[in-house]
């Protein structure tokens, strides 16, 4: 995903009632893509079967000082509109403009707990939005950029992103991501996403991300041309993963801040193509300054990220926390009037005082608010500010379903 250089927000969330499938949907899956092999020939009935196209680019080798460049060859980019891709275990939804792909969690993408870690749900993320790009027949050379962009020498760049975790996946689980676009003001597009399970179709992960246009040489933000609105508009759809009425403001944290992590120095591995610092790195560092026993107790449930400038390989950079003292609930119970709240269940007040139940639960959400900065010996340049949502880790089921 390209580095964040505005203020972004990306926001997740997960319900446990799967949505409806698309009505083409039901002929689409009878394609072998979860977790099999399909053969390219099956793949042209069935497009013959259905009217779709599925001509790639065909080009002849370019030779540069003697040597033939097979890049394009290699990549095979389309040239058309896709409505299959059995490589990567995709196909398109929402009547041919939304995306899902097919994923199997794996070994190297889950922690000690054996779920997916947050760096990997973030990396699907991106790699479904550029998969989706690509089956588009949209995608030029860049890093998710259309032709028209390319010609206005035109990149994206992620302002805002929040994310929500109901549940993480499992290793070896398979999980259904759909992505699909939409407007945001005149010159922005939105990107949402929905993660759930193929087994049991419960949404784990909903997300929403604000994106801009920005001049590759001038590092400036650029107006949507009217060609690049011409070509992603019809892709544009209305339905959102999550509802944001109001984005939340998120506070600017000073040399005060209770966690502190400086001289951190982007390496090789964390820029990505458009060479900048990758935005799941700027994850890791504000997760580093989170309390190892908050680590141990607790999971990350929500994450909001806004994004202000980009960061280079030469950087410095310093990670600060604070705790929101606000979003701790006083032993995970919230009172309304004489009705106490507990996970969702309404308890008379002489019951909670009675003892037992009451003592069996810690304290509920906590809260923290980020910032990465630039470290610097006249003035700090504010990279991303970000606040994060941990609920307690439930190692028992408290209640049966």
Partial sequence: ??????????????????????????????????????????????????????????????????????????????????????????????????????????????????????ESILNLLQETALNHVWMSGLLGDGFGATHGMIRNNLIWVVSRMHVEIDQYP?????????????????????????????????????????????????????????EVRAEISPWFIEKRAIKEDVHEKIVKLDDKAKYMNTNLKPRRSDLDMNHHVNNVKYVKWMLETIPDHILESHQLSGIILEYLRECGSSDVVQALCQPDEDGILNNGVSQCNDIYLLNGFSLAKEILEGGGLLGSFEKGPLRYTHLLQTKAETKSKEIVRGRTTWKKKLHTIPFSA
Avoid at 104 to 115: A, C, H, I, L, Q
Avoid at 174 to 202: C, F, P, Y
């Fill in 1 to 118: 995903m390209a580095t964040f250089l505005y203020p972004a927000s990306f926001s997740i969330t997960c319900t446990s009632n799967r949505d409806n499938h698309e009505p083409n949907m039901q002929e689409l899956s009878n394609i072998k893509i979860n977790g099999t092999s399909t053969r390219s020939s099956e793949i042209d009935m069935f497009s013959q079967k259905v009217g779709l196209t599925s001509t790639l680019t065909s080009v002849a080798p370019v030779v540069e000082n003697g040597h033939v460049i097979d890049q394009h060859i290699r990549q095979n980019i389309p040239t058309k509109k896709q409505f299959v891709d059995p490589h990567r275990q995709g196909l398109m939804i929402e009547g041919g403009v939304g995306y899902r792909q097919i994923v199997v969690v794996r070994s190297y993408e889950v922690g000690p707990d054996k779920t997916a870690t947050l």
């Fill in 170 to 226: 499992i290793w070896g689980e398979v999980a259904e991501i759909d992505t699909w676009v939409g407007a945001s003001g005149k010159n922005g597009m939105r990107r949402d996403w929905l993660i759930r399970s193929q087994a049991t179709g419960h949404v784990f992960v909903r997300g929403t991300s604000t994106w801009v246009m920005m001049n590759r040489e001038t590092r400036r933000l650029s107006k949507m041309p009217d």
